[in-house]
């Protein structure tokens, strides 16, 4: 391709970018946190606003509070189809392109349509409403997203088959995470509130136990922060741009102080709700042939220790231990750098603050932090 023909093609995907509607994406651990209802309290504000909106599809689940929130708001016919002998309905997408409202509530983003629909999957659905120009706000719960199936399987132990493409969230314009903690969602599964009493004590012994709602929430946060960190990335000029906050701890074969170093820098991280590394560099004084087999056994422990924590463990062959350092800070990100407190001897701290130095000067050259950690 020529570079006319390059520019072009740029020029006309600008154009489509500009032409296709906003998209909005709620996110939830599991069903019964709260998505629907929020996507029709929302619709109301923009209806009272003055903005076209339409339901397209909403599965209210007949809970009562979601109902409630139907009515007042303009739905668009859904389509009935036969299959195997029974009327199902759909949502009737020509129906949304023909009327083209501003705006479309489309619930269900990971259903499967029925056979001889126009599009397989309603995420289909959703993306050639979205480039006809028309703005949707739809809902997934976490376990739907493709790329964790694996996660959510160990977890559950449930074979989720519906599943939603992770290119498809990262088409949204904006994505937000409906929160419950693991007791609130109990509770209103108890109530009655999400399923029917008959199906309460399956759910409480199968999907709705504590530790399994609690990993699932760590995944929505962590899907919902990534899809923040990415909007940063592409809308945010760098000029103008605040980096997000991102760890290393650079540790050394001595056990205890790094043990101590990762621990606290864990800390930190979960404050910030940040990425973090761990980084050993191994000098040809601690080669696999000459580092002594307990302080081995001691590195490898902690190096563990941080990958249960979250961390990122990082391991390189050097003799340079501040180069290192520096080129993974540049290659990551990193905003701040952790180190243990030097628990050295006064001619130690003599030999070695040449390259104390260098580490300083070079983090201030780059804009990162350093914290010494006792």
């Given at each position: 391709?020529?570079?006319?023909?390059?520019?072009?093609?740029?020029?006309?995907?600008?154009?489509?970018?500009?032409?296709?509607?906003?998209?909005?994406?709620?996110?939830?651990?599991?069903?019964?946190?709260?998505?629907?209802?929020?996507?029709?309290?929302?619709?109301?504000?923009?209806?009272?606003?003055?903005?076209?909106?339409?339901?397209?599809?909403?599965?209210?689940?007949?809970?009562?509070?979601?109902?409630?929130?139907?009515?007042?708001?303009?739905?668009?016919?859904?389509?009935?189809?036969?299959?195997?002998?029974?009327?199902?309905?759909?949502?009737?997408?020509?129906?949304?392109?023909?009327?083209?409202?501003?705006?479309?509530?489309?619930?269900?983003?990971?259903?499967?349509?029925?056979?001889?629909?126009?599009?397989?999957?309603?995420?289909?659905?959703?993306?050639?409403?979205?480039?006809?120009?028309?703005?949707?706000?739809?809902?997934?719960?976490?376990?739907?997203?493709?790329?964790?199936?694996?996660?959510?399987?160990?977890?559950?132990?449930?074979?989720?088959?519906?599943?939603?493409?992770?290119?498809?969230?990262?088409?949204?314009?904006?994505?937000?995470?409906?929160?419950?903690?693991?007791?609130?969602?109990?509770?209103?599964?108890k109530e009655g509130k999400i399923y029917d009493p008959a199906k309460v004590e399956?759910?409480?012994?199968?999907?709705?136990?504590?530790?399994?709602?609690?990993?699932?929430?760590?995944?929505?946060?962590?899907?919902?922060?990534?899809?923040?960190?990415?909007?940063?990335?592409?809308?945010?000029?760098?000029?103008?741009?605040?980096?997000?906050?991102?760890?290393?701890?650079?540790?050394?074969?001595?056990?205890?102080?790094?043990?101590?170093?990762?621990?606290?820098?864990?800390?930190?991280?979960?404050?910030?709700?940040?990425?973090?590394?761990?980084?050993?560099?191994?000098?040809?004084?601690?080669?696999?042939?000459?580092?002594?087999?307990?302080?081995?056994?001691?590195?490898?422990?902690?190096?563990?220790?941080?990958?249960?924590?979250?961390?990122?463990?990082?391991?390189?062959?050097?003799?340079?231990?501040?180069?290192?350092?520096?080129?993974?800070?540049?290659?990551?990100?990193?905003?701040?750098?952790c180190i243990g407190k030097p628990h050295l001897t006064l001619v130690q701290i003599?030999?070695?603050?040449?390259?104390?130095?260098?580490?300083?000067?070079?983090?201030?050259?780059?804009?990162?932090?350093?914290?010494?950690?006792?």
């Amino acid at each position: 391709m020529n570079p006319n023909d390059q520019n072009a093609e740029h020029f006309l995907n600008l154009l489509r970018q500009s032409r296709r509607g906003k998209f909005k994406v709620y996110i939830g651990m599991s069903a019964g946190v709260g998505k629907s209802y929020r996507m029709l309290q929302e619709a109301h504000g923009l209806l009272r606003g003055g903005i076209d909106v339409r339901i397209g599809f909403i599965e209210t689940h007949n809970r009562a509070e979601t109902m409630a929130l139907v009515a007042g708001l303009p739905i668009i016919p859904r389509r009935s189809l036969f299959y195997k002998g029974r009327q199902l309905e759909e949502m009737d997408v020509q129906a949304v392109l023909n009327l083209h409202p501003e705006l479309v509530i489309v619930d269900e983003l990971a259903h499967t349509n029925i056979p001889g629909s126009k599009n397989e999957k309603r995420w289909q659905d959703v993306v050639e409403i979205i480039e006809a120009g028309i703005n949707v706000i739809s809902a997934v719960n976490i376990q739907h997203i493709e790329s964790l199936y694996d996660e959510v399987h160990a977890i559950t132990g449930v074979d989720v088959t519906e599943r939603v493409p992770d290119r498809v969230l990262q088409m949204a314009d904006e994505v937000v995470n409906i929160d419950l903690t693991a007791d609130e969602l109990i509770t209103r599964l108890k109530e009655g509130k999400i399923y029917d009493p008959a199906k309460v004590e399956t759910a409480l012994r199968n999907f709705f136990q504590a530790e399994k709602i609690l990993q699932l929430r760590e995944l929505a946060l962590r899907e919902v922060a990534t899809a923040v960190e990415r909007k940063i990335e592409t809308s945010v000029p760098p000029s103008i741009k605040a980096k997000p906050e991102r760890f290393l701890v650079a540790i050394s074969s001595n056990h205890e102080i790094a043990r101590r170093v990762i621990r606290k820098t864990a800390r930190l991280a979960a404050y910030y709700n940040s990425r973090w590394f761990v980084l050993y560099v191994q000098t040809p004084a601690e080669s696999a042939d000459r580092i002594k087999l307990d302080l081995q056994r001691h590195l490898i422990n902690n190096l563990k220790l941080a990958t249960e924590l979250g961390a990122e463990v990082i391991q390189v062959k050097s003799n340079n231990i501040v180069n290192s350092i520096m080129a993974e800070v540049e290659k990551r990100n990193v905003t701040t750098v952790c180190i243990g407190k030097p628990h050295l001897t006064l001619v130690q701290i003599i030999l070695r603050t040449n390259a104390f130095n260098q580490l300083l000067n070079k983090l201030s050259g780059s804009d990162t932090d350093l914290i010494i950690l006792s």
